[in-house]
Structures are given as structure tokens and as C-alpha cells.
């Protein structure tokens, strides 16, 4: 219970300084908007901005581990503030800074998704959806689209998911066929009508796992 008052303390403390900073950006104020994402970003998680986007996506997602466990809801609240930062680079006409932060926001929104994170905090297929929407000209990095493979799984979309597992095969052909086999081993054991109502046939199960065959 103490763990859930916390996190709720610290999701409406973010939404309201994200709504100020918000405020600030349509007044074109997009330093001092920054400035405030920076400061709830070192209260938060006595970090940074100019250290969390230097530094590669996995060893932020070590930074929250505490033992075996990532603190995956803290995560996804970095996530969110990465997001953040990411449309007021967009609306200061930096697109390229924008991409690099949504890119990583996207990271570890699916990753923290697909490690138990709790949906009701942030609503984070929301998050996810639009984020896919605003990449959707770039190609994302294979280690996106593996997490996109679980992702789409996971919520039942096996279609999407399997057009993940493609562009993840184009990317990194080793990961793919790995990731692949495993990803239509589980599919196998599916119904006809779960398969269905994920977007996909038993045919196609069936396609997949011969060409994904180790």
C-alpha cells in the first residue's frame, strides 16, 4: 500500500509539473519548460536530462534495479517525462532531438509493459500508440522491435506482432530467428479461436514456425 501511495504521489506531482511545463511551451518558453522537466526529473530520480539522453537505453533500465527486479512503474515515469521533452523539442523545431527522446521513451514504456508495469498508473498503451504514430517514418532499433514482438503478444495482437518479428528478422537476423521460433512455439499452443482473435491463422502459425525453425 505504501508503494502504491507513493507512486500515485509521484504520477500526479509529474502530471502537474508536466502540465506547467506544457504551459510554459505554448508561451514558446521552451528553456524554462525544460528546465522544469530537469528538475522534476533530479526530484524524482536524482537524475538528469543531459545524463539519461547520453546514456545507452539498457543502462538507464539498470539504474532502476534493485536486486533481480527493475522498478519498472518508476520507468515508466521516466518514460513519460521523456515524452514530455520530446514534444517541446518538436514544438522549438529540434525534430532530431525530438526523435532521439521519443525513440527511448518507447523503450521503456514497451519495457516496462512487458515486465509487470502497472497500466492504470500512465495508461501506458496510450503512450506506446502515439509514440508509434509520431516514429512511424523512422526505423526503430532491433532491440524496439524484439520488445514490440512481446509487447503486441502480450496485449493480443499476434498480427502485430508478427509484423514486428519481421522488421526485427530484417534488422538483426540472429535475434529474429530466436526470438521467432520462440515467438510461434507459443502460438502453436493457442486455439483456433484465440489465434483469430489476435489477428492471425493457424496457417499462418504453422508458416511461421517452419520458417523459423532453428
Known sequence: MFRK???MGMIEDMTSMIAKAFGLKEQKKYTEALWELDDLMRKNFRLNSELVNRMPTNEIIEMFRVGSTVEVDQLQGLARMLRAESDIYEASEKPEDAV?????????????AVNGADRSLLNYPEHVDELLDQLEEYVLPAAV???????EEQEGYYDNAADA??????????EGMVTGAAFYERLHLKTDEQLEAGGITRADVEEGRSRFQN
Open 165 to 174: 518479428l519481421q522488421r526485427l528478422n530484417e534488422l538483426d537476423t540472429t
Open 5 to 7: 501511495d507513493y507512486l
Open 145 to 151: 522491435e524484439k520488445l514490440m514482438v512481446e509487447y
Open 100 to 112: 532521439v527522446r521519443r525513440i527511448k521513451a518507447l523503450h521503456l514504456f514497451l519495457y516496462s
